[in-house]
């Protein structure tokens, strides 16, 4: 009897044990403050300095190498500490940002965006298409160049540009060698993908441009600058107004024929843009011009030969020679009915005669400029 009593009293205070154990689970009581809560966090982005990574004052990895490659994940144990993870240039001790870990989740990826000593929460892409019209030109992203153009030429880049929620970044443009800016933007989150184009005009950033609605929709207007220097020739410009004067000739005949009213369109020393509307061109014919000085009929260039000292004075064409042209989207055109084409002119030089004595200016090639500015009427 007695060993069943004491059996008994065993069994009761086993299950009197469970018991508290299971309420205790239940409360939460036997939660023990040491065992380690593990997470596996990873680290990607772009920065141009080297970062690293810190947890509770202790460094847990860095960036490696010149071009500051991220860590791979890093297993960390966040018992201790204040569950927060820091980042900050290599060697510092100025904390750039401090991200919170989360205990209940084990993945954490974490995006790093460096630029000009701080961490943003994201980046945008904006497009630059931009024609310096012989400068170049400077871009800066608060303080920051960015992009920059070369010899005078074409930009067309998709840029970078981090930033944070609700934030405002400014895009600045100069002229290299230049104080103050000669265009301002204002960049949000919202203006990802937006595109910034212009032209430069003198030290004018253009971009609208308000031109006439053609007068005949079959014809074809150009709003130009031009540029009278032959840039592969031994011809030389004299200076002074000019005025182009427009002809039209026969591709198989070769018969020219002068525009009446004579079409003539004056040069400003200034060289600032200026319209002509050229009237349908029929089946078979081109255009051509000559460059004259203000108001006559005379050639304002110069020409020596590469075999002598004589110089010679250049001769009107008189639409004899060279053509009117220009490529767009790859294609060779000599006439687009119904549009408004946007350009600078140059000029090119072609010899003739008995000893290639006979020197003749002939409409250059064509630089489109209708990409680079929004037309309205």
Same mark, same amino acid.
């Given at each position: 009897?007695?060993?069943?009593?004491?059996?008994?009293?065993?069994?009761?205070?086993?299950?009197?044990?469970?018991?508290?154990?299971?309420?205790?689970?239940?409360?939460?009581?036997?939660?023990?403050?040491?065992?380690?809560?593990?997470?596996?966090?990873?680290?990607?982005?772009?920065?141009?300095?080297?970062?690293?990574?810190?947890?509770?004052?202790?460094?847990?990895?860095?960036?490696?190498?010149?071009?500051?490659?991220?860590?791979?994940?890093?297993?960390?144990?966040?018992?201790?500490?204040?569950?927060?993870?820091?980042?900050?240039?290599?060697?510092?001790?100025?904390?750039?940002?401090?991200?919170?870990?989360?205990?209940?989740?084990?993945?954490?990826?974490?995006?790093?965006? $460096?630029?000009?000593?701080?961490?943003?929460?994201?980046?945008?892409?904006?497009?630059?298409?931009?024609?310096?019209?012989?400068?170049?030109?400077?871009?800066?992203?608060?303080?920051?160049?960015?992009?920059?153009?070369?010899?005078?030429?074409?930009?067309?880049?998709?840029?970078? +540009?981090? +930033?944070?929620?609700?934030?405002?970044?400014?895009?600045?443009?100069?002229?290299?060698?230049?104080?103050?800016?000669?265009?301002?933007?204002?960049?949000?989150?919202?203006?990802?993908?937006?595109?910034?184009?212009?032209?430069?005009?003198?030290?004018?950033?253009?971009?609208?441009?308000?031109?006439?609605?053609?007068?005949?929709?079959?014809?074809?207007?150009?709003?130009?600058?031009?540029?009278?220097?032959?840039?592969?020739?031994?011809?030389?410009?004299?200076?002074?107004?000019?005025?182009?004067?427009?002809?039209?000739?026969?591709?198989?005949?070769?018969?020219?024929?002068?525009?009446?009213?004579?079409?003539?369109?004056?040069?400003?020393?200034?060289?600032?843009?200026?319209?002509?509307?050229?009237?349908?061109?029929?089946?078979?014919?081109?255009?051509? $011009?000559?460059?004259?000085?203000?108001?006559?009929?005379?050639?304002?260039?110069?020409?020596?030969?590469?075999?002598?000292?004589? +110089?010679?004075?250049?001769?009107?064409?008189?639409?004899?020679?060279?053509?009117?042209?220009?490529?767009?989207?790859?294609?060779?055109?000599?006439?687009?009915?119904?549009?408004? +084409?946007?350009?600078?002119?140059?000029?090119?030089?072609?010899?003739?005669?008995?000893?290639?004595?006979?020197?003749?200016?002939?409409?250059?090639?064509?630089?489109?400029?209708?990409?680079?500015?929004?037309?309205?009427?």
């Amino acid at each position: 009897m007695k060993n069943n009593e004491k059996v008994l009293a065993g069994l009761v205070s086993l299950l009197s044990f469970l018991f508290i154990f299971l309420q205790a689970c239940q409360k939460g009581e036997l939660y023990d403050s040491a065992r380690p809560k593990v997470v596996e966090v990873t680290f990607t982005g772009t920065t141009s300095v080297p970062l690293e990574f810190v947890y509770n004052n202790v460094v847990l990895d860095s960036t490696k190498g010149a071009s500051h490659t991220f860590p791979k994940p890093i297993i960390l144990n966040i018992a201790d500490g204040d569950q927060h993870v820091q980042i900050r240039e290599k060697g510092g001790n100025s904390v750039l940002r401090s991200y919170e870990i989360d205990p209940a989740i084990f993945n954490h990826q974490i995006g790093i965006l $460096y630029d000009n000593g701080k961490i943003y929460d994201k980046s945008i892409f904006y497009n630059l298409i931009v024609h310096p019209m012989g400068k170049d030109l400077e871009f800066f992203v608060d303080g920051k160049m960015v992009a920059q153009t070369f010899s005078g030429g074409q930009l067309t880049s998709k840029i970078t +540009i981090p +930033i944070d929620k609700e934030q405002k970044r400014e895009l600045a443009v100069k002229i290299k060698g230049e104080s103050g800016s000669i265009l301002t933007k204002s960049i949000a989150e919202a203006d990802s993908n937006q595109t910034l184009k212009f032209l430069l005009n003198g030290n004018e950033a253009v971009e609208n441009m308000t031109l006439p609605t053609l007068k005949n929709q079959k014809g074809m207007s150009l709003t130009f600058k031009f540029n009278p220097k032959v840039e592969f020739g031994q011809s030389t410009f004299l200076g002074g107004e000019v005025d182009l004067l427009f002809y039209m000739r026969d591709q198989t005949t070769e018969e020219v024929t002068h525009l009446s009213p004579e079409l003539r369109v004056s040069i400003p020393l200034s060289q600032s843009f200026v319209t002509v509307e050229l009237p349908p061109l029929p089946e078979g014919k081109i255009y051509t $011009y000559d460059v004259v000085k203000k108001g006559t009929k005379v050639v304002p260039y110069t020409y020596k030969k590469f075999t002598s000292e004589d +110089i010679f004075p250049a001769l009107p064409n008189s639409g004899r020679y060279g053509r009117l042209g220009f490529f767009k989207d790859l294609t060779d055109y000599i006439f687009l009915p119904g549009e408004r +084409i946007v350009g600078i002119l140059s000029v090119g030089e072609e010899q003739w005669g008995e000893g290639y004595d006979e020197v003749f200016i002939v409409p250059g090639s064509v630089t489109l400029l209708n990409d680079f500015v929004t037309i309205s009427n």
